[in-house]
């Protein structure tokens, strides 16, 4: 009687949450930013119902175009046909959509209440932009893709990623870091640079502009997470909090770097994609040696160098990093 009494409470929340998801807006606008949650609420509907008329709906929307988009320039190991093929991949595993579903939906409920509502992202991006700045741009709430990733003025976060079914706080952190990325970018003229590169220098530009995003990505959330006593909810900032391992980190950074830096003229090879792998994945060097560079710059030459950095080549960041380090 008592697992009856539970199934039918647990069969009533779930009701109401969806009823509840159902009833609020796709949408909600701050200022010249939307927060835009059409492609989750749906692929939940997809999950629920199992009706494959969805698919075709997420795969017109302007979040699944975005997400292809990236997947197509960053050579994702996705479908890179279609948006629609791109969108029954995402959704496939059936099995498993309908076992993290409730989490998924706990976590859609706090991007809009308590990310899109507060207009939070924004706020605390702005103070990691130069004066003035607007935001003309969407953040895209998905299921499947990354964590998170940005494409143009544009930026995604999946609210189905694993990091935060386990911890939902962390939709906040992550969402500012993506919209600073579509700011970022924007400030950069729109440019994202190729991964097909063929020489040191070229390979060298890469590093250099991956660094300087992604180590602000990760630079501008982290007064928050201190606040906040988040700084242990991530991997990279548990690494940030461990000075002998940033020594060692930054050491190693800059071999790689320098490898490419000092031998502009020669001609990248598979093994040298094997070096830099470091960088993105294993140890996320331009991650967390990027944050640690904004981090000092900010300390010492103040916040409005560090912005003024942004618009200028990515080497010029670097470059500060290492005079005031070298001081």
């Not at 309908?98 to 103070?127: F, M």
């Not at 998905?142 to 911890?167: M, R």
Request: glycine share 4%.
């Amino acid at each position: 009687m008592k697992n009856l009494c539970l199934t039918s409470i647990l069969l009533v929340f779930t009701f109401l949450t969806s009823n509840l998801i159902n009833a609020q807006p796709d949408t909600i606008r701050k200022g010249d930013l939307i927060y835009d949650f059409s492609f989750v609420t749906s692929a939940i509907t997809f999950i629920e119902t199992n009706d494959s008329s969805i698919l075709m709906t997420i795969s017109k929307s302007d979040a699944a175009k975005h997400i292809l988009n990236h997947a197509v320039k960053f050579n994702y190991s996705v479908p890179k046909t279609s948006t629609l093929a791109l969108v029954k991949f995402l959704l496939s595993d059936s099995q498993k959509n309908k076992e993290i579903l409730p989490l998924v939906k706990r976590n859609l409920q706090y991007a809009k209440d308590s990310v899109a509502e507060t207009d939070l992202p924004q706020k605390e991006c702005l103070k990691y932009l130069p004066k003035g700045f607007s935001y003309s741009a969407r953040l895209f709430f998905t299921f499947g893709y990354d964590i998170g990733v940005v494409f143009g003025s544009n930026a995604s976060v999946n609210l189905a990623s694993p990091h935060f079914l386990k911890n939902m706080r962390e939709i906040k952190y992550y969402s500012i870091h993506e919209l600073h990325h579509a700011g970022f970018v924007r400030e950069k003229t729109n440019y994202m640079p190729d991964l097909n590169v063929r020489t040191y220098a070229e390979m060298a530009s890469l590093i250099e502009y991956f660094t300087h995003l992604e180590g602000m990505g990760t630079y501008v959330p982290l007064s928050m997470r201190e606040q906040e006593h988040a700084m242990n909810d991530d991997q990279d900032y548990i690494a940030l909090q461990d000075s002998s391992l940033m020594r060692k980190y930054e050491e190693n950074y800059f071999q790689i770097y320098f490898s490419f830096k000092n031998n502009p003229q020669e001609t990248v090879t598979d093994k040298d994609w094997d070096k830099i792998s470091i960088l993105s994945d294993y140890k996320r060097l331009w991650y967390r040696v990027g944050a640690y560079m904004a981090e000092k710059i900010d300390e010492k030459l103040g916040r409005e160098k560090l912005v003024s950095l942004i618009a200028e080549p990515s080497e010029d960041f670097i470059k500060t990093y290492l005079e005031i380090r070298g001081r």
